[in-house]
């Protein structure tokens, strides 16, 4: 089984549309690979519709988990909304040895 260590890093994200209908969102972001039993997350930035995280996620990274899913959501007391997600491909990492 080939393992490596993956490292991302969660900048910002803009003009995320709003949820709620009196405040800007309560903004934060779900990370994972294809498995989805390590997900990992942001912290909540309250009151944005853009965002500035700045932070850092190691995932232990097994070969041919190829994609890495950011689902962003904002954060409601009852139940937490999606906004959106990016999927991002991870294969041009392997072809360049990573």
Known sequence: I???Q???TVVEAK???QKDTL???DAFIQIYLDEKHSKQKTKVKQDSNNPIWNESF???HLH???TLHLDIYDEDAIKDEKIG??????HHLYDKGF
């Open 2 to 4: 080939r393992m490596a």
């Open 6 to 8: 993956l490292q991302i």
């Open 15 to 17: 003009n995320l549309t």
């Open 23 to 25: 405040s800007e969102n």
């Open 58 to 60: 190691v995932f232990n």
């Open 64 to 66: 041919g988990q190829n």
């Open 85 to 90: 997600s990016v999927i991002i491909d991870l």
